[in-house]
């Protein structure tokens, strides 16, 4: 089992920045993937980004890359979700989402919600124009 607790949502005006986070308890953080994903009312859920268990690997939706950044610190087994320049098209609550899955994964999956196994409640972003 893997509790997953999102923080640092709120309100930011256009071009500026937030840092999410989302503290990990249960199983050893450091053994499974995390990803980031977001929904807009009326949407459904969208990828964001992923990192591996080591930090060592990140993956980035288009509509995010060179603007946000995703880490780790598996001693604190919380990851980061670093949003700069934000637009308010980035509007949504976005969720934290662990892969306990154990072994190779295709990358093709790394967006796919159902390839995540415990979800955070989310924490909800608002980017005025």
């Known amino acids: 089992q893997v509790q997953l607790v999102e923080s640092g949502g709120g309100l930011v005006q256009a071009g500026g920045s937030l840092r999410l986070s989302c503290a990990a308890s249960?199983?050893?953080?450091?053994?499974?993937?995390m990803g980031w994903f977001r929904q807009a009312p009326g949407k459904e859920r969208e990828f964001v980004g992923r990192?591996?268990?080591?930090?060592?690997?990140?993956y980035y939706a288009d509509s995010v890359k060179g603007r946000f950044t995703i880490s780790r610190d598996n001693a604190k087994s919380t990851v980061y979700l670093q949003m700069n320049s934000l637009k308010p098209e980035d509007t949504a609550v976005y969720y934290c989402a662990a892969d306990t899955t154990i072994g190779y994964i295709s990358s093709s999956r790394y967006a796919v919600p159902d390839e995540y196994d415990y979800w955070g409640q989310g924490t909800q972003v608002t980017v005025s124009s």
């Open positions: 249960g199983r050893t953080f450091s053994s499974y993937a």
């Open positions: 990192i591996s268990w080591s930090a060592g690997i990140t």
